[in-house]
């Protein structure tokens, strides 16, 4: 029994503790990626690279520890997105951010449009409809938004079926 992973799993943990650095990388100077999505793809990506790239210095080397190695590497990009996904887009963490750049305590009102950069309840809604219109999960039907019969219904059935199972909505 080894208790040292072989080389292109050590070189999937290294790679995986790249992406941040990454990240923070393309978050400012020259190399700044604006949006954070795609900020993301492409730390992902290089950091992907750089693992396969790095499995040409332990040739030769066994197929299923490769195979372990780049599915380290997948569940530390899933983790990364997680956690990513949380700080860039995370609903109720922006709340939280937003109460505390005002420094005091709010109405709801004023906690809506702090965290909407001045913006009304009801704009935030719009601009949140407006996601679901351009992926095609809704359209407007004169003052009224309605979902799409394919791609939003699906998408809403789908998403029923996984919230209960997994409990999360009755």
Known sequence: MHLVPPP????????????PLLLALLS???WRVPAPGRRFAVAA????????ASLALF???DAADAAAGGLLLFAAL???????TLLAWGFT???LLALGRAGRPLSLPEWVSEYADGRTAEAFAEDRVGVLLRLGMARRQGRRVVMT???GRRTARVARLL???FGLEP
């Not at 899933?78 to 990513?84: H, Y």
């Open 163 to 165: 919230r209960t199972l």
């Open 78 to 84: 899933l983790g990364g997105f997680t956690a990513w």
């Open 59 to 61: 040739l030769p080397f």
């Open 8 to 19: 292109p799993v050590v070189a999937a943990l290294a790679a995986a503790l790249l992406l």
């Open 28 to 30: 400012h100077g020259p």
């Open 149 to 151: 019969p394919r791609l």
């Open 45 to 52: 990506a290089a950091t992907a690279a750089c693992w396969a």
């Open 93 to 95: 963490l922006s709340l």
